[in-house]
């Protein structure tokens, strides 16, 4: 049979009012730390860890679990005894050390503030034991380190007025710099655009930065190479003078841009041109193409504005020769049409002769009527030819005699320069337009045109 547990007795009223006795006693034996607070000075600690004393003595506090008084419950019946007598020895062991550890704390307190004070009382006698010369020397360093403050003062402050006064670029100035960095910016982008075949973009670039770079009352708007230093919107002469040399550069390049143009209109022209004269059959009205071939060969570039010799001569090789070396396709066309469309061809002849007389193409006139008179071997053209070669010679005759008055004002001396250099200009075109229009080549015309050539080396006028 297992033996029988024993169970722990419940304490009873006077043991656990015992128990509550002994908490409260050992609450009475602690240290109270607040007691060893230093009076007036502040506690050196470090000659308190140096200083020889005795410490607490906890030993005697502890309690050691083998001691002959200390039992297990379960052997002892009553406890209460012994945890009183353990409670009463550690709390006469810890009031005993307590007492020692206060002595020996405030004597190393006293004796720190004494050395303290010995230190300060020493450093006061130091004071007064200086000799005049130590004094002196004293206030000659205080002096110079006052002195070397002021001076490295002064120096930064001379820097700043330097930088603000010499240095430092007023704001007009900045902005006028800015504008003048735009402009040489823009004018690169102009020569890329003239180069790149865009004159419509190149010239809106070209009066954008004039009036938003250039042309400014900062610059006296870059209208002069000397600038009138009186004016008070100017904010520099030399960058004045700047803003007109951009300006210069950029309206240097108007020319380029009208060359552009001027190709890009004369080539436009030439291929929409070319493409009828490869489509005669699809032609409605070949009187209309005829026209259109003239003023294109009188003026490239710009047809509707009437001839230009410039525009001519520019684009001679070019567009002119190869649309003049096509008009025998047209006058061909124009045979083949009169053949097939009446039975009338002498008066179809003269319709079309007639419209080239009104023109002055006389040359063409003769070659319509000699390819009508080998298409249509039975017609009588002869009268139609005599009227076109009458006609060049009373034009021709005409013409010459205009172009000898106009002469004799050129050549006139009591005639102004300017009326003698219109004179000469006109006498030239009346010239020109017989050599280019009349039909060099022609059998019965060429004569005329040879003449015209002699005129105008005879006048000097090529």
Do not use: C
């Not at 230093?38 to 005697?60: C, K, W």
């Not at 004094?135 to 001076?151: D, K, P």
């Not at 020769?321 to 053949?339: D, F, G, H, K, T």
């Not at 021709?396 to 006139?412: G, H, K, L, M, Q």
């Amino acid at each position: 049979m297992p033996p029988r547990s024993r169970r722990r007795a419940s304490p009873d009223r006077s043991s656990r009012q015992a128990q509550d006795d002994l908490h409260q006693d050992d609450l009475e034996g602690t240290v109270d730390l607040s007691d060893f607070s230093a009076d007036e000075e502040d506690v050196d600690f470090e000659s308190l860890a140096d200083a020889d004393g005795d410490d607490v003595d906890f030993e005697a506090m502890a309690v050691n679990e083998d001691d002959d008084d200390f039992e297990s419950f379960e052997e002892d019946e009553d406890p209460e005894p012994a945890r009183s007598s353990r409670a009463s020895s550690r709390r006469g062991a810890a009031s005993s050390g307590s007492s020692r550890g206060r002595s020996s704390r405030r004597a190393r307190v006293e004796s720190a503030s004494d050395r303290k004070k010995a230190a300060k009382s020493a450093r006061r006698q130091a004071k007064k034991e200086r000799s005049p010369e130590e004094i002196a020397a004293r206030r000659q360093a205080l002096r110079s380190g006052l002195l070397l403050v002021l001076l490295i003062g002064g120096i930064l402050a001379a820097g700043v007025g330097f930088y603000y006064g010499v240095m430092r670029t007023p704001p007009q100035v900045q902005e006028a710099n800015f504008h003048l960095r735009e402009a040489s910016d823009r004018l690169r982008s102009l020569d890329r655009l003239i180069d790149g075949q865009q004159p419509g973009e190149a010239e809106a670039l070209l009066d954008r930065v004039l009036a938003e770079h250039l042309v400014l009352p900062m610059f006296d708007h870059a209208g002069s190479p000397e600038p009138s230093p009186d004016n008070p919107d100017l904010v520099s002469v030399r960058l004045a003078q700047s803003a007109f040399d951009l300006r210069e550069q950029f309206e240097s390049r108007r020319p380029r841009i009208q060359r552009v143009r001027q190709d890009m209109q004369a080539r436009a022209n030439f291929q929409r041109l070319n493409s009828r004269l490869n489509n005669l059959r699809e032609e409605e009205d070949l009187n209309s193409l005829r026209a259109d071939i003239d003023a294109f060969m009188d003026n490239p570039a710009n047809p509707d504005a009437g001839p230009d010799v410039v525009m001519a001569e520019r684009y001679r090789n070019n567009y002119v020769l190869p649309v003049r070396n096509q008009l025998l396709n047209v006058q061909m066309e124009q045979a083949r049409r009169i053949s097939a469309g009446t039975t009338d061809v002498v008066a179809a002849a003269n319709r079309e002769t007639d419209t080239h007389m009104r023109n002055h193409r006389y040359g063409d006139a003769v070659r319509l009527v000699d390819e009508l008179s080998r298409r249509n071997p039975d017609a009588n053209l002869r009268e139609v030819r005599q009227k076109v070669l009458n006609g060049a010679r009373q034009s021709w005759a005409a013409a010459r005699n205009r172009a000898e008055n106009f002469y004799a004002v050129a050549s006139d001396p009591g005639s102004s320069s300017t009326a003698r250099a219109q004179a000469r200009e006109q006498t030239r075109l009346i010239l020109l337009q017989v050599i280019n229009n009349y039909g060099e080549g022609v059998r019965g015309v060429d004569e005329f045109v040879q003449e015209a050539r002699t005129l105008l080396q005879e006048y000097d006028l090529q």
